[in-house]
């Protein structure tokens, strides 16, 4: 295996643009010196047709680039993976089992997300790569973990891209033409500049934010009855023995619903590797996600549950016909008067359909980048361009979304399930192993004597929000296999959908280790805790986190007193407001 490949030994993220951009002799700066003389290299070697073709000029030299800035992060996190799941899906959850149970099931997947988007900030604040948790994986536990984390989650990626764009497909469009319409566009986006993702994300998300939120407002104010010739259906939906329904196995089952739901959590994470301030932007990005799953998950749940019953048919009918007119949206919208909302719902499905589609090309080129430069996967993906961008590893996200689309010829119907159990498995056996890692990292850190002031970002709760979401992580699993075996009638599909992730998990990790031991040689499986690497990649050296701050701090007072002293004293207590919010 070769060694991974870094961009540095060690970087301080509290480098200033001027700092970065220090002249060279000619009048450059050094980062355009390097990239022309990069480009001068690549240009004196003839490269084969294929590879002038399919990858331009891609090569092994050249890095990403840290252009997304703090709002793009916080956006993201904010409301860049709100996809298709909490437009179409969520109603599922309550016709099968109730609005109740749906409500504690996307609770407590809430709060297990919670829990592995804060565990895996504290790491990436302080390592900001694009591999984050598979690279975090291979050097504080094992390379076995990193190697199956990685790919499992590239799979997930490329899956839920599949499932995202099925679950909107209109049938009156053939399969290559929806995928023409909605992965080329994404592709080209992907194709230009990292900040070009980060910009259309933003926008993507504040669309997407702004529609729930006013969701929830007239949602609310319909059910308890503020709409002059509507009345409100008010707690009716919940009362009679409505609220749970089904039993433990129904319960179990919404899990699969809320993981669709809640996919791309961990984003911030894997853009952290191309953010300009990690060490401020991950923590202020990552704080928002608990206002994130309060407000645009338990609410929304709450909201739908109050309004429809979960007898009502159109709950069903928006998640498995794609119907935009079915979408629990939309009906409440329109049960309120607003007769023209399946128009505007389905512009704003469009652009969440576009969006997360968005954020799993980038989830699974910057993984499959990762792979590549550790060594654990196929070289030539590890190759990017001189804007930064992976351009084989996009293109083979391409194909296999392509045709992963292509296997309607089954059904749509029939796909879109399969997909939905494996991404949501998944993301349970990806996400629970975080915590797992955070523990290693936190021991690896006791162990080799550093201060806890070095960390950019400290996770609260510790140690015990990390065991509690290992411990849920274990349920979770345990139920949903439960409800697959006890499902009525039973299916032979869905036991083999649940466990077949499990099954890859497992392929994955003890291939990987038998390789290592068998062809490499290599007898020591887990990296001791006395040699794990805590400095490649850091945002600062040993003992520097103290000093940085300090720094920090005194610009910021310095630029606070000009203010004030010029008058501007909103501006203060505007920018004091965002410090305390973040």
Known sequence: MAPPATRSSSFSAAITDNDLNEKHPDGDSLEKASASSVERTDTDAPRPMWKRILVGNASPTHETKRAMQSRHLTMIAIGGTIGTGIFLSAGSAIALAGPASALLSYLVVGIFCYGVVITLGEMAAYIPVSGTFAVFGSRFFSPALGFTLGWNYWLQCELTAAAIILQYWNPNITAWQYALMIIVPVFAMQLIHVRVYGESEYWFAMIKVVMIIVFIFVGLIYDWGGVRGHPGPGLSNFHGGQAFVGGF?????????????????????????????????????????????????????????????????????????????????????????????????????????????????????????????????????????????????????????????????????????????????????????????????????????????????????????????????????IAQGYASVVQQPFSARNVVATYIGVTIYIVCYVGYWAWERVWLGQTRHMVPLAEVDLD???????????????????????????????????????????????
């Not at 701050?549 to 501007?568: H, L, P, S, T």
Request: aromatic share 12%.
């Open 536 to 582: 490649t990649d850091a945002v600062w050296r040993p003992g520097d986190g103290v000093r940085i701050r300090m720094e920090e701090a005194e610009k910021r007072a310095a630029r606070d007193a000009e203010d004030v002293a010029q008058g501007r004293r909103v501006r203060v207590w505007l920018r004091g407001v965002r410090r305390y919010m973040s």
């Open 249 to 477: 196995s129904a319960f179990a089952q919404t899990f699969v619903y809320a993981f669709y739901s809640y996919g791309g959590v961990e984003l911030v994470s894997l853009a952290a590797g191309e953010s300009a301030s990690p060490h401020k932007s991950v923590p202020r990005a990552v704080r928002a996600t608990f206002f994130r799953i309060v407000i645009f998950y338990i609410l929304t749940i709450v909201t739908i549950g109050l309004n429809i019953n979960y007898q009502d048919p159109t709950l069903l009918t928006a998640a498995f016909d794609s119907s935009v007119a079915a979408s629990p949206l939309t009906v409440v919208f329109q049960r309120a008067g607003f007769r023209a909302a399946a128009h505007v719902i389905n512009a704003v499905l469009l652009t969440a359909v576009l969006s997360a589609t968005n954020s799993c090309f980038y989830a699974s080129s910057r993984m499959l980048l990762s792979l590549a430069r550790s060594g654990q996967a196929p070289r030539i993906f590890g190759w990017v361009n001189s804007r930064g961008v992976p351009v084989p590893s996009l293109l083979l996200s391409l194909v296999v979304s392509f045709v992963t689309f292509l296997t309607t010829i089954w059904g749509e119907g029939i796909v879109f399930t399969w997909l939905l159990n494996l991404t949501g498995i998944s993301s349970l056996l990806v996400w629970g192993t975080i915590p797992v890692i955070s523990l290693r990292f936190r021991a690896a850190w006791k162990k080799q004597g550093r201060a806890r002031e070095d960390l950019p970002y400290t996770q609260p709760l510790f140690p015990v929000l990390p065991w509690t979401t290992i411990v849920l992580a274990v349920l979770m699993l």
